[in-house]
């Protein structure tokens, strides 16, 4: 390892106006910018400013001392800041947080990057407020399961587990975080100091800066004004503000189930409201059993029967027992229920040849649930087992969230109706099953299909025609051809574009458009890239649609094979998942003689690996969603 160079001009704040005294910041700044034309992005301006000045100023006063990372600092000469260089020589995010740890003067480091153009002061303390000493990564967190690394917070512990990353090569930030203490901060939870998320917009691209500028200055461009090939998750905060819920609705009890939560309920009484029998036997004093051996029986002179339907009562004496049956309501003088099969009955009396223990075979009030107990979150999908609670609780009506009404239209010439018999020359619209299927398994019922020709006037037409369903989706199209006419033809149909591509493989000409009060998204035709991009995109739209609390999960899986990653691009791959020695694997189903259309049949799951990730050896861990 070799250092490259070391300023000694130090700007240190070690007096009162730092907030967090324990905590350095360091700004990465030793990229390539490849997609910036391999221009330094530090030095690139906004509004007149330097972009690593305007991180500068945001940073400024917060932190114990703010240091940059760059390889070149011959950049920077206005610059009073220490400067240091990367410690390993491959270029890549996880190289700058190692670098950050290794020359820092602090246990913790707040790192950002040098193209953030818009972080947030209050949301970078808001962050920092909820760091504990012993944790090694503090980091937000999307609904979708998506980490912000680069707004984050490392510990000087993470850095042999980085160095052992980087020494073989691997240089996904995220890979490390099993071996040590992560601490995540819901993005929900740092809306209510940038509600737009802002801090997390990154600029990688001439044309991002070019419209960013003229944002800002206000100036008309003959740009269009909707960002392009852009990443997934950004793509997804762009759906999500366009996104206006639909009024809550309330249904009956029996139907609530599988919908989602409009509001918090609690139940408005303890359950059972009294104690109760789980028995059918006799309710006693278990003081009065306490000398009972089947030498010397106790004899307790019983009279009655409580029924689940009967009122509380009570025994009139200590010796005294009342027949009870299971869900009957304990008397006022009894402690415990003894069974039947357990006692010697008489006519009047009953014979106990071992003492009852104090609670035995009582439900004690409120042992279901407790007056003001939430019983489902708001956001959050009924189960069968809370809406039977719910009714339990006396909830008759329910509030939920309406269901979205979705179409999806199969665009091409060469499609007919999968349901009817196939012309000569024509190809069953698959698509329209196969994403028909897919929403269903989500719990969509009301679902309009049908295929759709290949014209501007019949794709306006269609999409106008199902501009009741809050939901439209389209497969095929997409594309650059001259015959792809689908992402226009939904502008003459008066579609406002959201984004028009993205920076993912496959499906990577997926746009979204709102069109009135629909969401329009459009993706490509291959089967394989529709299931993929319904998963990713469309999946987790539906989710918002519903407002629910989570949009979109992923999880941590063992890699089983060797699986290579884009470049510039998030890569995903469908998988098999399967659970093994208490490990989750995943497998990417790299076998040539496996068709795509067969590989998408036996997976149920898909890998995503993030743009940049480059080679994932096997045993890697990485990020999956299950399905």
């Known amino acids: 390892m070799e250092l490259n160079y070391l300023l000694c001009d130090i700007k240190f704040m070690t007096g009162s106006n730092a907030k967090y005294q324990q905590i350095s910041a360091a700004i990465l700044a030793g990229g390539e910018g490849r997609r910036m034309g391999k221009t330094d992005k530090s030095c690139l301006e906004i ?5 690593v000045s305007r991180i500068i100023r945001a940073l400024d006063d917060i932190f114990a001392e703010t240091f940059i990372i760059t390889r070149t600092p011959e950049n920077h000469p206005d610059l009073k800041l220490r400067m240091e260089g990367d410690v390993f020589e491959a270029r890549s995010s996880l190289t700058g947080i190692h670098s950050a740890l290794y ?3 602090t246990d913790h480091v707040f790192v950002t990057a040098c193209d953030s ?10 962050l920092l407020s909820r760091i504990e000493p012993d944790d090694d990564v503090l980091i937000p967190i999307h609904p979708d399961g998506f980490y912000e690394p680069l707004c984050a917070v490392y510990s000087k512990r993470c850095l042999p587990f980085i160095e052992q990353n980087l020494e073989n090569d691997r240089f996904q930030i995220i890979r490390f975080f099993p071996q040590v203490k992560v601490r995540t901060v819901e993005t929900d939870l740092l809306k209510e100091k940038d509600q737009a998320l802002e801090t997390f917009i990154n600029i990688n691209t001439p044309d991002q800066l070019s419209r960013i500028n003229m944002n800002l200055s206000g100036e008309d461009n003959d740009q269009p004004d909707y960002p392009q090939t852009i990443p997934r998750s950004a793509a997804l905060k762009l759906i999500r503000k366009k996104i206006r819920q639909a009024q809550g609705i309330y249904v009956p009890v029996t139907d609530c189930a599988g919908l989602v939560a409009s509001e918090t309920i609690c139940s408005e009484i303890s359950l059972p409201e009294h104690d109760r029998s789980a028995m059918d036997g006799y309710a006693v004093s278990s003081r009065c059993t306490a000398g009972a051996t089947p030498e010397n029986n106790t004899v307790l002179a019983f ?5 689940p339907s009967c009122p509380a009562q009570d025994v009139s004496c200590s010796e005294q027992t009342r027949r009870v049956l299971t869900g009957g309501i304990i008397p ?12 010697t009955a008489n006519e009047n009396t009953i014979s106990i040849s071992r003492p009852v223990r104090e609670g035995e075979f009582i439900r004690k009030a409120g042992s279901d649930i407790f007056k003001g107990e939430t019983i489902v979150s708001k956001g959050c999908v009924i189960t069968p087992c809370e809406a039977a609670l ?3 609780a006396g909830k008759c009506l329910i509030p939920v969230n309406p269901q979205p009404k979705v179409a999806i239209l199969a665009v091409g010439n060469e499609l007919c109706d999968p349901t009817k018999q196939t012309e000569c020359g024509l190809i069953p619209a698959d698509n329209l099953i196969l994403m028909k299927s897919l929403c269903s398994r ?7 299909i049908a295929p759709c020709a290949n014209s501007p006037e019949a794709i306006s037409e269609a999409v106008l025609t199902n501009s009741d369903c809050r939901l439209i989706v389209t497969t095929g199209g997409t594309g650059p051809g001259n015959r792809d006419f689908v992402f226009n033809s939904i502008q003459q149909a008066e579609g406002k574009p959201i984004f028009k591509g993205l920076a993912m493989h496959p499906a990577k000409s ?3 458009c709102k069109l009135h009060n629909s969401i329009v998204i459009g993706l490509p035709g291959p089967p394989v890239a529709v299931n993929l991009a319904f998963h990713t995109i469309v999946h987790p739209v539906i989710n918002m649609l519903q407002a629910k609390a989570v949009t979109s999960a992923t999880i941590p899986a063992v890699l089983t094979e060797a699986l290579k990653g884009g470049q510039d691009r998030e890569k995903l791959r469908p998988c098999t998942i399967t659970e093994k020695n208490g490990k989750i694997l995943a497998d990417p189903l790299l076998d040539k003689s496996l068709s795509p259309r067969k590989v998408m049949n036996l997976s149920n799951g898909i890998i995503i690996l993030p743009a940049g990730c480059g080679e994932m050896p096997p045993q890697s861990i990485v990020r999956v969603i299950r399905f």
């Open 303 to 307: 009279y009655g029967e409580i029924r």
């Open 510 to 512: 997926v746009f979204a």
């Open 442 to 448: 989500y719990g969509i019922s009301d679902i309009h």
């Open 332 to 343: 006022a003088g009894t402690d415990a229920v003894i069974p039947y099969e357990q006692v």
């Open 390 to 392: 719910l009714a339990y």
């Open 117 to 126: 153009p818009f972080l947030n002061r209050e949301l970078i303390i808001e």
């Open 103 to 105: 020359h820092s003067k």
């Open 47 to 51: 509004s007149g400013e330097k972009l």
